[in-house]
T-cell receptor, first 113, second 111 residues
Framework: DVKVTQSSRYLVKRTGEKVFLECVQD?????MFWYRQDPGLGLRLIYF???????EKGDIPEGYSVSREKKERFSLILESASTNQTSMYLC????????????FGPGTRLLVL | EDQVTQSPEALRLQEGESSSLNCSYT??????LFWYRQDPGKGPEFLFT???AGEEKEKERLKATLTKKESFLHITAPKPEDSATYLC????????????FGTGTLLAVQP
């Protein structure tokens, strides 16, 4: 079974703090993704990566950065957390190829005070 | 613009009452349509991938079908444990593996 793990299930941070969210997958997938999920807005893509050290902006990259130093690990960084970044953050991974399924981690619920 | 619309937003069923969820899509060159189940506070769990019109897939009480404009998730004789949000996503043609998600259907099955 594909396993995607995220470093924290719940996080509480203060405005202005630097926040790291980590994601690890164990299936040797090339592609990794970070989404945020908000009520009524669905899942929105923040960043994705199709190879080590490669990254592409998604639909809402502002205020975020990412790092992928190893194939299995993809980190999302909030340089200076703001209250509007309070959300559920979901990591996913997939193989390359047409119509490849994305498998999701359990999510991190982040509250920025 | 690529778009996915799910309906209804919410659906309440009695145990055993079969129904269908709809996912309409507008996409340039469909590479795949995906159904996920999401329980409260958890990540989406993969259910099905459909690739071409006419394709059908089944898993227990769930059956997914695909046409050129929409997909249906049929739920036969649902049980309370089928209560969840069901998400539909499409992968459009092109070089990336991005998915475009609908906002989901919240299903509640009452005993």
């Amino acid at each position: 079974d594909v396993k995607v793990t995220q470093s924290s299930r719940y996080l509480v941070k203060r405005t202005g703090e630097k926040v790291f969210l980590e994601c690890v997958q164990d299936m040797d997938h090339e592609n990794m993704f970070w989404y945020r999920q908000d009520p009524g807005l669905g899942l929105r893509l923040i960043y994705f990566s199709y190879d080590v050290k490669m990254k592409e902006k998604g639909d809402i990259p502002e205020g975020y950065s990412v790092s992928r130093e190893k194939k299995e690990r993809f980190s999302l960084i909030l340089e200076s957390a703001s209250t509007n970044q309070t959300s559920m953050y979901l990591c996913a991974s997939s193989s390359s190829g047409q119509g490849e399924t994305q498998y999701f981690g359990p999510g991190t619920r982040l509250l920025v005070l | 613009e690529d778009q996915v619309t799910q309906s209804p937003e919410a659906l309440r069923l009695q145990e055993g009452e079969s129904s269908s969820l709809n996912c309409s899509y507008t996409v340039s060159g469909l590479r795949g349509l995906f159904w996920y189940r999401q329980d409260p506070g958890k990540g989406p769990e993969f259910l099905f991938t459909l690739y071409s019109a006419g394709e059908e897939k089944e898993k227990e009480r769930l059956k997914a079908t695909l046409t050129k404009k929409e997909s249906f998730l049929h739920i036969t004789a649902p049980k309370p444990e089928d209560s969840a949000t069901y998400l539909c996503a499409v992968q459009a043609g092109g070089a990336t593996n991005k998915l475009i998600f609908g906002t989901g259907t919240l299903l509640a099955v009452q005993p």
